[in-house]
């Protein structure tokens, strides 16, 4: 899965000459483990990564941003059945429509 330019992280602590490469392949692995569409809790994707959950939530965030609008979509669920709280996500390729009304979006918000 080819992603173009490498993730724009951001914070007061990241420094890209430290962080760059190593979150840049935490949200590779994490991309390329959930492409299969299916749904994951943190913890089935940290058995599948071996990255810690809280790392792996952060890249399900980094999915979230703008910079991923216009390829992925991430959705969030609670898990059916689950009486504590457990969280599921998946993330999907963006489909024509989903990508022709984000642009829809896009340019009324920028006034284009």
């Excluded at 993730?7 to 392949?25: K, S, W």
């Excluded at 910079?67 to 457990?86: C, E, I, N, Q, V």
Aim: charged content about 30%; proline content about 4%.
């Amino acid at each position: 899965m080819r992603l173009g330019k490498p993730a724009p992280f951001e914070g007061h602590t990241y420094v890209h000459a430290i962080d760059g490469v190593r979150l840049g392949a935490q949200l590779r692995t994490v991309l390329f483990v959930m492409s299969d569409g299916a749904w994951r809790t943190l913890e089935e994707i940290r058995e599948a990564t071996d990255y810690p959950e809280a790392s792996i939530s952060a890249r399900l965030r980094d999915i979230r941003k703008p910079r991923f609008a216009r390829t992925h979509t991430m959705d969030s669920r609670r898990r059916a059945g689950s009486s504590r709280g457990l969280w599921e996500y998946r993330v999907r390729p963006v489909t024509d429509h989903q990508l022709t009304l984000w642009e829809r979006r896009s340019d009324v918000l920028h006034g284009t």
